[in-house]
């Protein structure tokens, strides 16, 4: 069973903040919501994870709701550099294992 | 630098062929996967092992192996019975609890 559902594809333009929604409404008490990102051909790259709290590194911020049944990635000034697409991610602690979400393709334009 | 190591980045299977891929990790963790990717789609779970000599099965087994020997490597055979192995091939590691999981950066197989 899917995990999280993303919407397939957004764009924003280049500057503005880009705000990616995850919907992961069966999670439970010890799941973690990570946040990936792949350009073309390419590894994923970590970007940040949470699990209750909202969360900000040099990348992104990530806003959890108070029922953890939804989260939202922010990138506050996007670049063209952030094109790529965007994986939610649910981590089952006790076995370890990552369930992947379809992705959102993000296109920034100038 | 700390990271984890694929090889071959391109690689040609024939026809009844078996084929392994690298993966070797230095960031001393003890969970590795194997994922698998098609263009366009996202990745899929191969097999994954959270300690040495141990590993499971994950949603698309059918037609691979894998073994866990060193807690460093963790190889994937595509064997002949894997019908469509034309794909990109991700090998991840993690440490415990809420570390995140690092990638590398993949090797595509085709068929000759």
């Known amino acids: 069973d899917a995990k999280t559902t993303q919407p397939p594809s957004m764009d924003c333009a280049e500057g503005r903040a880009a705000n990616l929604p995850c919907n992961h409404s069966?999670?439970?008490?010890?799941?973690?919501v990570y946040w990936y990102r792949q350009i073309h051909s390419q590894g994923p790259q970590y970007i940040i994870h949470?699990?209750?709290n909202n969360e900000t590194n040099e990348m992104a911020s990530l806003i959890i709701t108070e029922d953890r049944k939804s989260s939202t990635l922010i990138l506050p000034h996007a670049t063209l550099r952030d094109t790529a697409v965007y994986y939610c991610i649910v981590r089952v602690v006790d076995f370890n294992k990552f369930y992947f979400g379809s992705g959102t393709k993000l296109n920034v334009k100038p | 630098d700390g990271g984890i190591t694929q090889s071959p980045k391109y690689l040609f299977r024939k026809e009844g062929q078996n084929v392994t891929l690298s993966c070797e990790q230095n960031l001393n963790h003890d969970a590795m996967y194997w994922y698998r990717q098609d263009p366009g789609q996202g990745l899929r779970l191969i097999y994954y092992s959270q300690i040495v000599n141990d590993f499971q099965k994950g949603d698309i087994a059918e037609g691979y192996s894998v073994s866990r020997e060193k807690k460093e490597s963790f190889p994937l055979t595509v064997t002949s019975a894997q019908k469509n192995p034309t794909a990109f091939y991700l090998c991840a590691s993690s440490g415990r609890l809420s570390q995140p999981q690092h990638f590398g950066d993949g090797t595509r197989l085709s068929i000759l």
């Open positions: 069966t999670i439970s008490g010890n799941e973690y």
């Open positions: 949470g699990l209750k």
